[in-house]
């Protein structure tokens, strides 16, 4: 999975291929490439607009998953996205 990131000043538009079979997708972001990263946001479709609250460099990871019942189990990360908001 690649992610594909659209910046206008602090609003940064993501956007990536549908996983087949996939029921969402988590957004992750870190400050550092190799460090832990967070979830923002568990959304369903292939979009997702967020604004970030400071300038600087983020990195960004796009996951897929899929509920079975009450569990809930991850595919593979998509590459890291550098974004640079100014």
Known sequence: MKVKA???GKKVKF???KVKGASGYDVLV???KKGKYKKIKRVTSKKYTYQFK?????YV???GYIKIGKKVVYGNTSKVKKVVVK
């Open 54 to 58: 400071k300038k600087g460099t983020y």
């Open 61 to 63: 990871k796009v996951r």
């Open 15 to 17: 956007s990536w291929r």
């Open 30 to 32: 870190c400050k550092k």
């Open 6 to 8: 659209k910046i206008k």
